[in-house]
């Protein structure tokens, strides 16, 4: 499969999801917040191992992370040492409020401008435009660590990574601050 398949740079040009990384890069200012998304073009065993959120099983995100037109794309990676070890069984039902929470807290020095509501707002508009209402057809993974790096190894570094097991699609939104 891995040498069969093709994956490409995807971007979802969307307000929603712009506007919540300006926010995360306000409330980050001396790290950052970044946003991909990649498309698999179709093939039976991706399908087999995503539909059955087996994707650890082909060792599925190391692969990923190695594919040229990735590391290119997205910044992170670009000077990555990877070395990602991805929590398993994250919910997207929840994904609005991890977000809400990241951008309310802030970074080392710099919180949110607006209230809860705003943030929790701005976080379910993102997920709207990234995966609509789709909760049941995403595999969420998330990560505390720095795995590359952009990061800066400290208290705010976080990824969150969504496999779409119905559109093959990987999406990437990474957040990091330093004192």
Not at 42 to 50: E, M, R, S
Not at 55 to 83: C, H, K, M, T, Y
């Amino acid at each position: 499969m891995w040498t069969e398949i093709k994956i490409s740079n995807d971007p979802l040009n969307d307000a929603a999801i712009e506007m919540l990384l300006k926010e995360l890069r306000l409330t980050h200012d001396n790290g950052g917040a970044e946003f991909a998304r990649f498309a698999f073009d179709p093939h039976p065993v991706l399908h087999w191992f995503g539909s059955r959120n087996r994707l650890d099983e082909i060792n599925f995100f190391p692969r990923f992370f190695a594919f040229p037109g990735v590391v290119e794309a997205f910044a992170p990676l670009q000077s990555a040492s990877i070395s990602l070890k991805l929590g398993v069984g994250g919910n997207p039902f929840k994904l609005d409020g991890e977000l809400a929470e990241t951008l309310v807290y802030g970074g080392a020095y710099s919180r949110f401008s607006g209230n809860s509501r705003q943030a929790k707002d701005l976080a379910s508009r993102f997920c709207d435009a990234v995966f609509g209402d789709r909760f049941e057809e995403i595999l969420l993974f998330s990560s505390h660590e720095a795995w590359s790096d952009w990061f800066y190894g400290i208290a705010w570094d976080h990824t969150w990574i969504g496999f779409d097991k119905r559109e093959c699609k990987v999406w990437i939104l990474c957040v990091t601050d330093t004192d």
